[in-house]
């Protein structure tokens, strides 16, 4: 079973670009500008890992500890992380590759 498979078919193009974002700041509701770009990116480099690893593991018998340990190398990279100061770029451009671990042990 292959998660994407099983919901709903959107394109990403027409699901990021009908994104809005918003923000409260001192109890008001205020706008939020979305880099749709590079959120764009940012799923096309998951999407891409995600069928590479699905490829890799999706086999019974692959060692699924391998992908838990290789997902994980990159999150310890990071530690500690504050999220209260917000995440840096070298950061934002890994989670693709961690979601994508995630997601196929899962799969």
């Not at 706008?31 to 995600?50: P, V």
């Not at 995440?87 to 899962?106: N, R």
Request: hydrophobic share 35%.
């Amino acid at each position: 079973m292959v998660w994407n498979e099983e919901t709903s078919q959107k394109p990403a193009n027409d699901t990021v670009h009908g994104i809005k974002g918003q923000r409260r700041k001192g109890g008001i509701m205020e706008e939020l500008h979305i880099k749709r770009d590079a959120l764009l990116e940012s799923f096309h480099s998951f999407d891409a890992q995600y069928k590479k690893l699905l490829g890799e593991y999706i086999n019974p018998d692959a060692d699924m500890n391998e992908l838990i340990q290789t997902t994980a190398a990159i999150t310890n990279k990071f530690k500690p992380l504050d999220c209260g100061s917000g995440w840096g770029e070298e950061v934002k451009q890994q989670i693709p590759y961690i979601l994508a671990g995630v997601f196929t042990v899962f799969t």
